[in-house]
């Protein structure tokens, strides 16, 4: 299943401020700060813990996902393939307009739900698919208001 607007590309990363600093060499990224992100999130095993540091770089109308892992019960950002370099590519993001049908539509497709987020009331939800046998990585969608986009720097 791919549908939505793709705006990002995601990396784990060992040292978010070093990630930060080799893009600052590269592109003209402004300020940027991490954060720290502890989340419950469901898997197929069950409710796990994720705990993140995460920094969203824009160049023009891409946002690239610095993802510095701290604790991760889920697996899923651990088993990224080293490739011996300051970033490692993870996965993939999309937008979707819509959570319900697009909910609806994931429940008809192949590809298995590893991990998601999409609480009654929220102003984002997410979810990953696992794209790996497919595509070489996971895709991920997300749903969210036009005030969290703006919350989180997406440009206008």
């Given at each position: 299943?791919?549908?939505?607007?793709h705006?990002?590309?995601?990396?784990?990363?060992?040292?978010?401020?070093?990630?930060?600093?080799?893009?600052?060499?590269?592109?003209?990224?402004?300020?940027?700060?991490?954060?720290?992100?502890?989340?419950?999130?469901w898997?197929?095993?069950?409710m796990?813990?994720?705990?993140?540091?995460?920094?969203?770089?824009?160049?023009?109308?891409?946002?690239?996902?610095?993802?510095?892992?701290?604790?991760?019960?889920?697996?899923?950002?651990?088993?990224?393939?080293?490739?011996?370099?300051?970033?490692?590519?993870?996965?993939?993001?999309?937008?979707?307009?819509?959570?319900?049908?697009?909910?609806?539509?994931?429940?008809?497709?192949?590809l298995?739900?590893?991990?998601?987020?999409?609480?009654e009331g929220?102003?984002?939800?997410?979810?990953?698919l696992?794209?790996r046998?497919?595509?070489?990585?996971?895709?991920?969608?997300?749903?969210?208001?036009?005030?969290?986009a703006?919350?989180?720097?997406?440009?206008?």
């Open positions: 299943m791919i549908t939505g607007h705006y990002q590309n995601a990396y784990i990363c060992d040292d978010i401020e070093a990630a930060i600093a080799a893009f600052a060499t590269r592109a003209d990224i402004g300020e940027v700060r991490p954060f720290d992100v502890e989340q419950q999130l898997t197929p095993d069950g796990k813990r994720v705990a993140t540091k995460l920094a969203f770089i824009w160049i023009g109308d891409m946002q690239y996902e610095l993802i510095q892992v701290v604790a991760d019960e889920t697996g899923l950002y651990s088993n990224y393939q080293n490739n011996g370099g300051l970033l490692h590519f993870h996965h993939i993001c999309m937008r979707v307009p819509e959570w319900a049908p697009f909910r609806a539509a994931v429940a008809q497709q192949n298995p739900v590893v991990l998601e987020r999409a609480n929220d102003q984002l939800k997410f979810l990953y696992d794209g046998e497919f595509c070489g990585h996971y895709l991920e969608y997300v749903w969210m208001t036009d005030e969290m703006l919350r989180l720097g997406t440009p206008s």
